[in-house]
């Protein structure tokens, strides 16, 4: 049944509905059943196979060709754009800062108007969860 089935280009299966039915012609020896087929039955078996491994192999390689050439083509556009980026100084030390307005203050004379702090330099100072919790 399985090679009539391949012949046909059916399954096991349906080999065995259609002798059930009696659309094909078979004989029984010795507890075998042999299905008999007409040369109109049967379907032309070639040797061409239906294995796609060669083609898809080839088709893997050249994607992985043209994902290589796209791999280099970004390299490159990455080592062009890290040229051009300008190199990023460190934050200033303490040490370095520059000087504040009360290093300055013993030196010069401060107006009246700068010796009270105003209500936004104090705000600044103070944290912010200490003005939304009080404290």
């Known amino acids: 049944m399985a090679e009539a089935a391949e012949v046909l280009g059916i399954s096991a299966e349906a080999v065995r509905m259609r002798l059930r039915r009696g659309t094909l012609d078979s004989e029984r020896h010795e507890g075998t059943i042999y299905v008999l087929l007409d040369t109109d039955q049967t379907r032309?078996?070639?040797d061409t196979s239906t294995d796609r491994t060669d083609l898809l192999?080839?088709?893997?390689q050249e994607r992985i060709r043209s994902l290589e050439e796209a791999n280099r083509e970004n390299r490159r556009l990455l080592a062009a754009a890290l040229e051009r980026i300008p190199a990023i100084e460190a934050p200033?030390?303490?040490?370095?800062?520059?000087?504040?307005?009360s290093e300055?203050?013993?030196?010069?004379?401060p107006s009246p108007a700068s010796t009270e702090p105003?209500?936004?330099?104090?705000?600044?100072k103070t944290p912010w969860w200490r003005r939304v919790f009080g404290g």
């Not at 192999?57 to 893997?60: G, H, K, L, Y």
């Not at 300055?104 to 004379?109: G, P």
């Not at 105003?118 to 600044?124: P, Q």
């Open 44 to 46: 032309h078996v070639t």
């Open 57 to 60: 192999i080839a088709e893997m």
């Open 92 to 101: 200033q030390s303490d040490e370095s800062a520059p000087e504040t307005a």
């Open 104 to 109: 300055s203050s013993e030196r010069v004379e």
């Open 118 to 124: 105003s209500e936004a330099l104090r705000r600044r």
